[in-house]
Structures are given as C-alpha cells and as structure tokens.
C-alpha cells in the first residue's frame, strides 16, 4: 500500500495524561479473548502512545489558547518598540539642541535601555495582571513618535526624551510580566 508509515510517532511515552489525553479512536486488536464481554466493553481504551517530543508538542499546541494573550501582548508591544526605535529615532532631529543628530540618537538609546532595565528589574516589587495594557499604551506611542517625525510638533528635546524613557519603561513592563504571568498561571500545564 502507499501510505503515509506514521509508526513512529507511536514510541514510548504515553500520552493520556489526566482528562485531556487523546484516546484511540479504534480499540486494540484483540489478542484471543471473549469480545462480547461487558467488562472489556465498559473499560476506557488503553492510551495512545507517542514519541515524547511529539507527545510535548502536542501538549504545547492544546494549550497555546493559555499562551496567545501574552504571545500577542509581547508581538504588539516589540513591533511597536523596535519600529520606533530602528525607524523613527533616526529622523528626530532637534536642531536647537546643542548635540548633532547622532548625539541625539545615541541619548534616545541609553534613554530606553535605562528605562527597559528598570522595569525589567521591577518584578519582585510589583506585578501586573493586564499586560495588554502596556501594548496599547506602545502602540499610543509609536503614533505619537510617527505624528512627531512628520510634523515636528513636541517643543523641546527633553519632552522627547521623557517619552523615550516611558517607552523603554512599557516595553520592559510588559516583558517582565509576560513572562512572571506564563511562570504563575500557564508553565504547570506543562510540567
């Protein structure tokens, strides 16, 4: 016959694990007993055995539901940050301010790693439950930094720079308690 040869996935490693295991949908060949028996007709089907990485990676895509928010929490809050900071840092430009353009970035820089380090640093103090929170709050950002490259509307350098800490600040934050959320409520599902 041409199938597909899948015996491979079924290596040692069990996986019926508790009320969400995968159950067989064929019972086992039988090896010579009585089939009519009520007892053998009542008792659950023996678990599907699979090789032990696919067995986590099954386990791991059941439950990415538990995982999607801070997933997409974290996607949202980086393509902010990194399109801010690798597309619109490059054209704010101050020209009343006594440092070049490069000058001028190199502070943006130290600016949101100082804020990225201190909120990162801030998660044996204070957690956050609604780390989505620190998404849309990035993305009000990436608007602002996108209106003021077009239009050059902040007044002074150091509103710029209070905004660019904020942003290493939100970024960090959502970071931080991303991950101290999977640790507490989505990591024991998979241990």
Known sequence: SSGINAEWLLRPGTFNEGSDGFKPLLPEADSGGDN??????????????YHPVVAALIKLLRNLKELSYYVFSLMLVYFSEYTINQGLFE???????QLNMTKQYKIYQVLYQVGVTISRSSA????FRQVHIFSILQCVNLIIFALEARYAFIPSIYI?????FWEGL????????????IYQEVL???S
């Open 170 to 181: 939100l970024g960090g934050a959502c970071y931080v308690n991303a991950f101290y959320r």
């Open 160 to 164: 710029t720079f209070v905004l660019i």
């Open 36 to 49: 009519d028996s009520l007892q053998e007709a009542s008792s659950p089907p023996p678990a599907v055995e």
């Open 188 to 190: 024991h599902l998979y």
């Open 124 to 127: 044996s103090l204070i957690h």
């Open 91 to 97: 054209v704010l430009c101050y020209g009343s301010f």
